[in-house]
T-cell receptor
Framework: DTAVSQTPKYLVTQMGNDKSIKCEQN?????MYWYKQDSKKFLKIMFS???????INETVPNRFSPKSPDKAHLNLHINSLELGDSAVYFC????????????????FGEGSWLTVV | AQTVTQSQPEMSVQEAETVTLSCTYD???????LFWYKQPPSRQMILVIR??????QNATENRFSVNFQKAAKSFSLKISDSQLGDAAMYFC??????????????FGQGTILTVHP
């Protein structure tokens, strides 16, 4: 009964391919995110969705396209993969914008380790 | 723009001893949240502790406590009675309360904690 689950956990693919990472949360949250952790372990937000609506897009290349079919799912599709896309991608979720309500803690999935060769 | 700085790339501690990890941040906001996340070798991002900026009392969670100095924009994590299982990378993170960036966590660079038996 994992709270935030992502698949696949590991993905090795060749440059130029298109791949998707799926994410599902069963916490009843209405906001979901994608974060990227690079080779130096630096974590940075890519996207956030609230009730299927894009809220944050942090200057991510157009090759990255998130899709949220419903508020419990947020998938990440990557076109024309490049070597620099190799990273760990974390899906996360939280309750949405309610000021000062318990910090709206963000819960993370286990990460998807993408290696582009 | 908000920034989070962890000036200690690595720290080590003897089992059962106490260690403090440092974090400073820069923001012009008055309402925000601060977090410490733990990332063990499994890569899972685990919430350790959370602090609301409007609260003067320092947060504590069992062996983990923080020293929150709002004026100095400092947010250190103290781990008491260190255990081998505490060995991990620790990330300090900041999140604004409310607004369109409410879901965005800004992370520090991380501190690798080693626990010696």
């Amino acid at each position: 009964d994992t709270a935030v689950s992502q698949t696949p956990k590991y993905l090795v693919t060749q440059m130029g391919n298109d791949k998707s990472i799926k994410c599902e949360q069963n916490l009843g949250h209405d906001t979901m995110y994608w974060y990227k952790q690079d080779s130096k372990k630096f974590l940075k937000i890519m996207f956030s969705y609230n009730n299927k609506e894009l809220i944050i897009n942090e200057t991510v290349p157009n090759r990255f396209s998130p899709k949220s079919p419903d508020k419990a799912h947020l998938n990440l599709h990557i076109n024309s993969l490049e070597l620099g896309d190799s990273a760990v991608y974390f899906c996360a979720s939280s309750l949405g914008q309610v000021i000062l309500i318990s910090g709206n803690t963000i819960y993370f999935g286990e990460g998807s380790w993408l290696t582009v060769v | 723009a908000q920034t989070v700085t962890q000036s200690q790339p690595e720290m080590s501690v003897q089992e059962a001893e106490t260690v403090t990890l440092s974090c400073t941040y820069d923001t012009s906001e008055s309402d925000y949240y601060l977090f410490w996340y733990k990332q063990p070798p499994s890569r899972q991002m685990i919430l350790v502790i959370r602090q609301e900026a409007y609260k003067q009392q320092n947060a504590t969670e069992n062996r983990f406590s923080v020293n929150f100095q709002k004026a100095a924009k400092s947010f250190s994590l103290k781990i008491s009675d260190s255990q081998l299982g505490d060995a991990a990378m620790y990330f300090c993170a900041y999140r604004i309360a409310g607004g369109t960036s409410y879901g965005k966590l800004t992370f520090g660079q991380g501190t690798i904690l080693t626990v010696h038996p």
